[in-house]
Every structure is written in C-alpha cells, then in structure tokens.
C-alpha cells in the first residue's frame, strides 16, 4: 500500500467556519507534511510532523492549525480563514532509509482537497 | 536568487520528440533531487528520485543529476500525448532539519 489518502476531496467553507483536513497513509512513514498549492504555482510547505515532533513554517498564518493523533493520522483545522487562502492542500508522507551508506528520502503526495473560501 | 530555478515554459513538442526539463539550484547542501509529473487539478506524482551525481533510467525517463555544475536533468523519449503536465524538480537538504524546495514547475505540451 503506498497510498495517501486525503477527505474531503472538495470543500466549501465560508470565513466564519471550523473545518478539518483529514490525511491517512498506512506505509509505516514517520514523516507527514502539508502543503498549500495556488493554481500554477509549485507546492509551498506549511508544517512538518517528523516522529510527531512538529515543524512549521513561520509565515503561514495561525488560522491554520495542524495536528498529529498517531503517526498514521494528520489534520489540518482551519478556522476563519479569508479567500485569498482558497488553494490545494496536499498532504505528504516521507520514508527514509540508510542503505549502502546512503540516506535515501522517498515522499508521496495525497490527492489533494481543493479548498473554496467565500 | 531563489535556491531553486526552473523555466515554467510552456514547453510544446510533436509527439515522438525526446523533451529535455531542466533545473538550476544554488544551495550545495542538496543532496537529493526529484522530479514530479502534476496533471491539471491533481496531486504531484513521485517520477524520478536521485541521490548522487549521473543518470538514473526508468523507462522512458532519464534523470541527470551533475552536482559540480548545480544542475538536473529530466529526459524523457519517445514523449506522448499522456505526457503533457506540469513538470516539478524538487530537492531536499537535510541541514538541521530536512527541507524539500520545488521548482516553478515546467508545462509540457505534446502534441499528436
């Protein structure tokens, strides 16, 4: 199974909602990642989970507020959030491993849940 | 400078031609380097992944990596129509914390 999973696919909310990203892989990755991508623009990293220790970058907003239940589970809670922050969120999940002296990094990308603030 | 340089394009090509994308980085703490095939409104796909400096093979995929001069490579043969995407290099540095830093992405039309 080298699948992530993301829900919803699609979601509308206006700027006074609460809603969730959800985001799932079951390939025993200790690394989970979201990202923000704009339409023609490359993905942009908004937080890191590296063996649940959390990594952020410091320019996204606090609107956005990621969490880490389990190593297979990661959301992203969005509260008040204005149009300008309608995107893609993929999230990601990371694997590394140290063979023949080398560290090797493979990351997979989710589908995606394209996002609408109104 | 932005670490990471790519020519968003867009690229058209007949179909059957060999397509050449390239990046350029500025940060010699890379050290592993990918490229990422995105179909409009879809998630990046995982295409090629490379560590040190050569070529790596996958079909009809050739990645280049020559660390000396900071510069990567993506060649694919005998492209197809399906082939059309945005093509995305992407390189991680694992310098007190990793970091993955994308390219703009490059558009690639094929052409039938």
């Known amino acids: 199974d080298t699948e992530v999973t993301q829900t919803p696919k699609h979601l509308v909310m206006g700027m006074t909602n609460k809603k969730s990203l959800k985001c799932e892989q079951h390939m025993g990755h200790r690394a989970m990642y979201w990202y923000k991508q704009k339409a023609k623009k490359p993905p942009e990293l908004m937080f890191v989970y590296s063996y649940e220790k959390l990594s952020i970058n410091e320019s996204v907003p606090s609107r956005f507020s990621p969490e880490c239940p389990n190593s297979s589970l990661l959301n992203l809670h969005l509260h008040a959030l204005q149009p300008e922050d309608s995107a893609l969120y993929l999230c990601?999940?990371?694997?590394?491993?140290?063979?023949?002296?080398?560290?090797?990094?493979?990351?997979?990308f989710g589908p995606g849940t394209r996002l609408l603030v109104l | 400078q932005k670490e990471v340089e790519q020519d968003p394009g867009p690229l058209s090509v007949p179909e059957g031609a060999i397509v050449s994308l390239n990046c350029t980085y500025s940060?010699?703490?890379?050290?592993?380097f990918m490229w990422y095939r995105q179909y409009s409104r879809k998630g990046p796909e995982l295409l090629m992944y490379t560590y040190s400096s050569g070529n790596k093979e996958d079909g009809r995929f050739t990645a280049q990596v020559d660390k000396s001069s900071k510069y990567i490579s993506l060649f694919i043969r005998d492209s197809q129509p399906s082939d059309s995407a945005t093509y995305l290099c992407?390189?991680?540095?694992?310098?007190?914390?990793?970091?993955?830093?994308f390219g703009a992405g490059t558009r690639l039309f094929v052409k039938a």
């Open positions: 992407a390189m991680i540095r694992n310098t007190g914390g990793f970091k993955t830093i």
């Open positions: 990601a999940s990371s694997s590394s491993q140290t063979g023949q002296g080398r560290y090797q990094e493979t990351q997979y």
């Open positions: 940060n010699s703490a890379f050290q592993y």
